[in-house]
């Protein structure tokens, strides 16, 4: 399964100024280390790359379509240069008065990611309005909230503040800070391997504190694998069903080969 990052545009990637509409080249700021570290991201970590913005009324007299466009393209092109290439883009145009499906914090221009093929629960919603923070939690997600204490969305949220509280993995407005965090949390595998002989599951956490949660049916087994947990400060999951009224050896050797390939 595909996991992402639903990123925000406006406040998060470039820079959102008074007034709160770009429409101007003269208003375009990147946001600092944002081609350095979402760049990182890209080349380092196992996310696919999604842009989710609200843009009220685009389109009308209120944020003209011929301002919009091409600072928005210049934005993706120059993120494009960096080797940031969003995989879609999504815009809504509504105003929060319609309360549209479509809209942030709501998912209607997301349904294709409610399938078998992406992983929500380990996906992420990077931006700086507590409607960012309601989408995570309307996906089943977690949210990365760039606080720059502009309380920003504040009044569109459909839920108490407090409520979003447990969705906020990260509160930074730093994107190497955000880059550090989504690398650490890479470094939790898990996996699953089943043969005619054993059936197996692993997770494992690097950056753990060497808690574990052992049982392959051989307690001196259990031992030595709990102590590579131990000693590595590393949290370490096995659980084995093997064949031990035919061979120990198929229970050892297939949960070695389990644990090879989740540190791979």
């Known amino acids: 399964m595909k996991k992402v990052l639903f990123i925000d545009r406006d406040g998060t990637l470039i820079k959102e100024p ?22 990182k991201i890209c080349k380092e970590l196992d996310f696919e790359i999604i842009m989710v913005t609200n843009q009220d009324g685009l389109g009308t007299p209120d944020n ?11 934005v993706l092109s ?16 509504t105003y929060a ?7 942030k914090p709501n998912t209607g221009l997301l349904t294709k990611f409610f399938s078998d093929d992406y992983d929500l ?12 923070i309601e989408l995570a ?8 909230f760039i606080n720059d204490e502009t309380h920003l969305g504040t009044d569109e949220i459909t839920v108490k503040r407090d409520a979003l509280d447990p969705y906020i993995a990260l509160e930074s407005n730093d994107w190497e800070a955000i880059y550090n965090f989504l690398k650490l949390e890479d470094r939790v595998q898990e996996i ?14 690097l950056d753990g504190a060497g808690k574990n949660d052992i049982d392959t049916g051989l307690s001196f087994f259990d031992h ?10 590393m949290d370490l999951t096995v659980k084995v069903d093997g064949d031990l009224n035919v061979d120990e050896h198929h229970t050892i050797e297939d949960t070695m080969i389990a644990l090879g390939g989740v540190i791979q």
Do not use: C
């Not at 939690?137 to 990365?144: E, H, P, V």
């Not at 391997?193 to 692993?202: C, H, L, S």
């Not at 030595?224 to 400060?233: E, F, P, T, V, W």
């Open 18 to 39: 008074a007034d709160e509409q770009v429409d101007s080249f003269e208003k375009l700021v990147f946001y600092p280390k944002v081609f350095q570290f979402l760049g």
């Open 137 to 144: 939690k309307n996906l089943g997600s977690k949210g990365i």
């Open 78 to 93: 120059t993120f494009k240069n960096e080797g940031i290439d969003f995989k879609e883009v999504y815009i809504d145009e």
């Open 192 to 205: 699953t391997r089943n043969t005619n002989e054993t059936q197996i599951y692993i997770k494992l956490n």
């Open 224 to 233: 030595m694998l709990d102590q590579i947990g131990r000693h590595g400060a």
């Open 64 to 74: 003209p379509s011929e301002k919009f466009w091409p600072i928005h393209n210049f």
């Open 97 to 103: 008065k319609d309360n549209a499906p479509t809209r």
């Open 121 to 132: 629960e380990n996906s992420f919603v990077i931006g700086d309005r507590l409607t960012d």
